[in-house]
């Protein structure tokens, strides 16, 4: 069991480091699925993990100068109020409860399946806001609306933690379509590190965080994202949405039915 789980690890790493999304997307309902592990230590436990593998991209983006520190403020503004909040709910009905668990399978595979959405559709979302500037948001209008951004992000990570890549990067992309496919994933990464962090944390309070599990994972990821990050221009990008879009709605519906 502890080399399948090494095995996991080293698989949604490759994954990740060949498209930069699917980490929460693939790993959390893998472990459920696949492990049979409660759907609620599958997501506390996804979250330490990414909280620890995204602080070395944004290290990496940081000294590139591709984050956008106002915009990482503004999300997190919204995003780690919903989060905490999100996490006494949790505490208050029963976060290791048969029905809870249930209902947390249920948004998982709902997340997912934004996910496919995000995946498919950006870049077409991207050209539907640039296309005419009347679409766009400025100043206050802006600044509001990526706090609110913010706060369904963090409610949608704590529950499922799916949502901080993929669809977090679209909400990006509508907000700022100005923004460089590099300034997109910088701040995209970066907000979403204090806001997995402060998720883990309310899950370990909970008592649905799994640590050795966590370490499992660790081991194996971090080579196949070394591995992913290296082979990824060598296969067409379009081809690895594609793939991964039809993976991720197979699993979600694995998960509704």
Do not use: E
């Given at each position: 069991m502890t080399l399948s789980y090494v095995v996991t690890g080293f698989v949604v790493g490759i994954l990740v480091g060949l498209t930069g999304v699917g980490g929460g997307s693939l790993m959390t309902p893998l472990l459920a699925l696949l492990f049979g592990i409660s759907p609620t230590v599958a997501v506390g436990t996804d979250l330490a993990f990414a909280s620890i593998t995204k602080v070395a991209g944004t290290a990496a983006h940081r000294y590139?100068?591709?984050?956008?520190?106002?915009?990482?403020?503004?999300?997190?503004?919204?995003?780690?109020?919903?989060?905490?909040?999100?996490?006494?709910?949790?505490?208050?009905?029963?976060?290791?409860?048969?029905?809870?668990?249930?209902?947390?399978?249920?948004?998982?595979?709902?997340?997912?399946?934004?996910?496919?959405?995000?995946?498919?559709?950006?870049?077409?979302?991207?050209?539907?806001?640039?296309?005419?500037?009347?679409?766009?948001?400025?100043?206050?209008?802006?600044?509001?609306?990526?706090?609110?951004?913010?706060?369904?992000?963090?409610?949608?990570?704590?529950?499922?933690?799916?949502?901080?890549?993929?669809?977090?990067?679209?909400?990006?992309?509508?907000?700022?379509?100005?923004l460089t496919p590099a300034e997109i994933a910088g701040t995209d990464i970066a907000y979403a590190v204090p806001l997995t962090a402060i998720a883990a944390f309310g899950h370990w309070w909970l008592g649905s965080l799994n640590w050795a599990l966590l370490a499992m994972l660790l081991i194996g990821s971090v080579p196949g994202i070394t591995l992913g990050s290296l082979a990824a221009r060598a296969i067409p990008e379009k081809f690895l949405r594609g793939l991964l879009a039809t993976t991720l709605t197979g699993v979600a519906y694995k998960l509704i039915f």
């Open positions: 590139r100068g591709t984050v956008h520190w106002n915009i990482v403020r503004l999300l997190c503004i919204g995003a780690i109020p919903a989060s905490i909040v999100a996490s006494l709910a949790l505490k208050h009905f029963g976060a290791l409860d048969k029905d809870i668990a249930q209902i947390i399978r249920y948004s998982i595979a709902g997340s997912v399946l934004l996910t496919v959405v995000a995946l498919l559709f950006r870049g077409r979302m991207q050209a539907w806001v640039q296309g005419s500037p009347n679409r766009q948001l400025y100043g206050t209008n802006l600044a509001v609306a990526t706090i609110v951004s913010g706060l369904i992000l963090g409610t949608l990570v704590t529950v499922s933690s799916i949502g901080a890549g993929a669809i977090g990067a679209t909400l990006l992309v509508l907000l700022y379509p100005r």
